[in-house]
């Protein structure tokens, strides 16, 4: 991932890392110097270069102070004996900060995935996001009522605003929402990610939104009496909470993902295993034995990917905001099937529905 970008005799010295050590410095885009990756990577170190003034060589070192948790680092830029530059950045600055060159990395191909591509060829003209939601009702209303297709379409769209917020939170620059007929809907962004923070807040937020949606339609439920509230806010519970399963690219496997792959030591795997292995306890005693059967898929699926975690573009997850990812999601994954099960236990068919779906 880029550490740092700065200019050094005119042109862009950018440095480039991994958890796993390796160490990459780029001048103008060129590679002039580079640290191999190692077991036990030191925390201090010096790359070493050299430029060419005229037909004069001179060398330089780029001195680095790295700690990736809590990140922070620390450099010295030196050209012979004079001091160049120096400073210090923290994760906030890699948030914020446009990479310039990112190495790209093969994507598993998914009906998802495919979409998305396609929309990104279209999504400058605004007409494509009438015509998706347009097909997206028809699509709906055909397979169940138009007047549940609506409350369906409005569903999503809460949804996927809650990811656009979390976008701007950031300063990301959003393309708006796409609704995808018996797909979804996309956020979509043309700024990248930097932090496992980032994708973990961007990701949540949506089933957050849809989890606080369920929450306002049952109080209303409650006041008025309106059954179809109640249906509306037991289904928008499934919907999320199938975004929620740890399975990529749904947004629960880009959360568990990024809290796994922040994870350095054999302490914080065996306790993310161990949640991993009471969530689907607990999913089979209250008789959701589907959702039992794709967190055990979703599980082995990011335990498998685990060890090439330190080739990561993104930058880990501190212990804080570790635990702050988990326990968010634990509470969003819980007030969702919470909503669910009591659907279940009403008595009502239509209520019962989704506890049913989670059940076979």
């Given at each position: 991932m880029q550490l740092l970008s700065i200019m050094c005799a005119g042109r862009p010295l950018r440095l480039q890392a991994t958890m796993s050590g390796w160490q990459g410095l780029y001048w103008d885009?060129?590679?002039?110097?580079?640290?191999?990756?190692?077991?036990?990577?030191?925390?201090?170190s010096e790359l070493p270069f050299t430029l060419m003034r005229g037909e004069e060589a001179v060398e330089c070192c780029l001195k680095v102070s790295l700690q990736w948790q809590p990140f922070s680092l620390s450099y010295q830029l030196m050209m012979g004996d004079q001091?160049?530059?120096q400073g210090e950045r923290v994760e906030k600055d890699i948030e914020s900060q446009s990479v310039a060159e990112r190495p790209k990395t093969p994507n598993r191909i998914s009906l998802i995935g495919l979409g998305s591509l396609a929309l990104k060829l279209f999504k400058s003209a605004k007409v494509i996001k009438v015509l998706f939601a347009a097909g997206s009702l028809a699509a709906y209303s055909w397979l169940?009522?138009?007047?549940?297709a609506l409350a369906l379409i409005a569903c999503l769209v809460f949804h996927e605003y809650g990811h656009i917020r979390a976008m701007k939170y950031f300063g990301m620059r959003t393309k708006g929402i796409y609704l995808v007929p018996f797909m979804g809907g996309l956020a979509l962004s043309d700024d990248k990610i930097n932090t496992r923070w980032q994708d973990v807040v961007i990701s949540i937020m949506g089933p957050f939104f849809g989890l606080l949606l369920s929450i306002v339609l049952l109080l209303l439920y409650a006041i008025t009496g309106i059954e179809m509230l109640a249906g509306i806010a037991v289904f928008n519970a499934l919907l999320n909470l199938f975004n929620l399963l740890p399975v990529l690219p749904l947004d629960g496997g880009h959360i568990l993902k990024s809290i796994t792959f922040s994870m350095n030591s054999l302490v914080g795997l065996i306790a993310c295993v161990l949640g991993a292995i009471i969530g689907i306890l607990l999913s089979y005693s209250f008789g959701m034995a589907l959702l039992g059967f794709l967190l055990i898929i979703?599980?082995?699926?990011?335990?498998?990917e685990w060890r090439g975690r330190h080739a990561s573009q993104l930058l880990p997850l501190n212990r804080y905001a570790q635990s702050v990812s988990a326990a968010w999601y634990v509470v969003t994954v819980t007030?969702?099937?919470?909503?669910?099960w009591m659907g279940g236990q009403s008595g009502n068919e239509a209520l019962a529905l989704p506890l049913k779906i989670l059940g076979s």
């Amino acid at each position: 991932m880029q550490l740092l970008s700065i200019m050094c005799a005119g042109r862009p010295l950018r440095l480039q890392a991994t958890m796993s050590g390796w160490q990459g410095l780029y001048w103008d885009n060129h590679l002039v110097a580079q640290r191999d990756a190692s077991q036990d990577p030191e925390k201090n170190s010096e790359l070493p270069f050299t430029l060419m003034r005229g037909e004069e060589a001179v060398e330089c070192c780029l001195k680095v102070s790295l700690q990736w948790q809590p990140f922070s680092l620390s450099y010295q830029l030196m050209m012979g004996d004079q001091l160049l530059e120096q400073g210090e950045r923290v994760e906030k600055d890699i948030e914020s900060q446009s990479v310039a060159e990112r190495p790209k990395t093969p994507n598993r191909i998914s009906l998802i995935g495919l979409g998305s591509l396609a929309l990104k060829l279209f999504k400058s003209a605004k007409v494509i996001k009438v015509l998706f939601a347009a097909g997206s009702l028809a699509a709906y209303s055909w397979l169940f009522s138009w007047q549940f297709a609506l409350a369906l379409i409005a569903c999503l769209v809460f949804h996927e605003y809650g990811h656009i917020r979390a976008m701007k939170y950031f300063g990301m620059r959003t393309k708006g929402i796409y609704l995808v007929p018996f797909m979804g809907g996309l956020a979509l962004s043309d700024d990248k990610i930097n932090t496992r923070w980032q994708d973990v807040v961007i990701s949540i937020m949506g089933p957050f939104f849809g989890l606080l949606l369920s929450i306002v339609l049952l109080l209303l439920y409650a006041i008025t009496g309106i059954e179809m509230l109640a249906g509306i806010a037991v289904f928008n519970a499934l919907l999320n909470l199938f975004n929620l399963l740890p399975v990529l690219p749904l947004d629960g496997g880009h959360i568990l993902k990024s809290i796994t792959f922040s994870m350095n030591s054999l302490v914080g795997l065996i306790a993310c295993v161990l949640g991993a292995i009471i969530g689907i306890l607990l999913s089979y005693s209250f008789g959701m034995a589907l959702l039992g059967f794709l967190l055990i898929i979703g599980s082995i699926e990011i335990l498998v990917e685990w060890r090439g975690r330190h080739a990561s573009q993104l930058l880990p997850l501190n212990r804080y905001a570790q635990s702050v990812s988990a326990a968010w999601y634990v509470v969003t994954v819980t007030g969702l099937c919470a909503i669910i099960w009591m659907g279940g236990q009403s008595g009502n068919e239509a209520l019962a529905l989704p506890l049913k779906i989670l059940g076979s």
